[in-house]
Structures are given as C-alpha cells and as structure tokens.
C-alpha cells in the first residue's frame, strides 16, 4: 500500500480559502488515482474531488466552481485547493489513492487513506 498524509487544514471564515495537499510515500504521478473525500460529523464520508490515471479532475457538483483538484510535481502531492468556504464545508478531509486495476483485490486497491485534515468553517 501507500503511506498517505494529509496536511492543510484548519479554521477560516466563510468566504476563505484553503489548500489541502496529500502527500504520498511513492512518485504522485505514479498512482492511478487519487481521491479528497470528507467526513462531516454525524454523516458519512463523502467524495468530493477526483484526479484520475489521466490527470483528469473530477469534482461534485456541490464544490464545481469553488474547488480544485491537481497533481503538483514539487510537493509530489495532490492538492485540493477550496474557495470561497462555506459553514457546510466543515469536516475532516482524506485521501485515498487507487492502484488501478492490475489489483484485483479490493482492500488492495483502495486501501490507501490518510489519516486526514480537519477543516472548519466559521459563519
């Protein structure tokens, strides 16, 4: 599997901006895919952007036009930039990579999470 670290997180006011990285224990550019999900308390975990084997973003239609995802060679890290921050948005962030498919094993291909950043978001 890969080691996986979340870092980024913290307190701002509605309207702000963060900018989540996850960093990974292999080459970024190696890993198939890489997914942000959240966990809002009391509520399930929940994807929120996705960068796949083509470095194509994919992002839910709650966070299109505020967030964006991207590989970022420098911090070999996938980064998750948020703006325009709303009170709904707190939650702890993770990521998780996908092997790809050569892993025929569930757990093994998506068994890879970071241990995750807490964001909160103050009206």
């Known amino acids: 599997q890969v080691q996986l670290v979340e870092s980024g997180g913290g307190l701002v006011q509605a309207g702000g901006s963060l900018r989540l990285a996850c960093r990974a224990s292999?080459?970024?550019?190696?890993?198939?895919?890489v997914g942000w999900y959240r966990q809002a308390p009391g509520k399930e975990r929940i994807l929120v952007a996705a960068?796949?084997?083509?470095?194509?973003?994919h992002i839910r239609d709650f966070a299109k036009g505020r967030f964006t995802i991207s590989r970022d060679s420098a911090e070999n890290a996938v980064l998750l930039n948020m703006n325009n921050l709303q009170p709904d948005d707190t939650a702890v962030y993770s990521c998780?990579?996908?092997?790809?498919?050569?892993?025929?094993?569930?757990?093994?291909?998506?068994?890879?999470w970071g241990r995750g950043t807490q964001v909160t978001v103050s009206s």
């Open positions: 998780n990579a996908d092997l790809g498919p050569s892993y025929t094993d569930y757990d093994a291909r998506f068994g890879s």
């Open positions: 292999v080459d970024i550019f190696s890993i198939y895919a």
């Open positions: 960068i796949d084997n083509h470095n194509t973003p």
